[in-house]
């Protein structure tokens, strides 16, 4: 009778660690779902990556002290623009601009996102960047 007794509290144990395995699988599929359904979200979220990603080459020009006014392209590559994700080999390009205007020690950054072949679609973001000049 003992032995009955230690192999129920092990059912049970296994009975509780299985269903935590399956809720976590079910939340997981869950918040995949829409984002298979619904790629716009995921397209934003790539061109919010790519801006931030030009943000960042923007600010370490601006630290080594040679960001100038004017238009910059970083990201020209078409492997850094192009995403294949949504399956069916259907690749979707991206275009980022960047213009740069002075106003003293700062520097307005603005920079726009867009999908080739998709005039809906524009990212539009602004940051002002603090220029360090070079120490001479």
Do not use: C, W
Not at 36 to 44: A, D, E, G, H, I
Request: net charge neutral.
């Amino acid at each position: 009778m003992n032995r009955l007794n230690n192999q129920r509290g092990f059912m049970l144990l296994n009975v509780v660690i299985l269903t935590l395995i399956t809720s976590f699988a079910a939340m997981i599929l869950m918040n995949a779902a829409p984002r298979l359904k619904n790629p716009q979200s995921v397209l934003r979220l790539t061109a919010i990556h790519l801006a931030n990603e030009q943000f960042a080459m923007l600010e370490s020009k601006a630290a080594n002290g040679d960001l100038a006014a004017g238009s910059y392209d970083f990201l020209g590559k078409d492997d850094d623009l192009t995403t294949n994700n949504f399956g069916k080999n259907i690749p979707v390009k991206f275009k980022v601009e960047t213009n740069v205007t002075e106003s003293g020690d700062l520097r307005n950054a603005t920079v726009t996102v867009t999908i080739v072949g998709d005039e809906n679609f524009k990212l539009e973001t602004e940051r002002k960047i603090l220029f360090v000049p070079e120490k001479t």
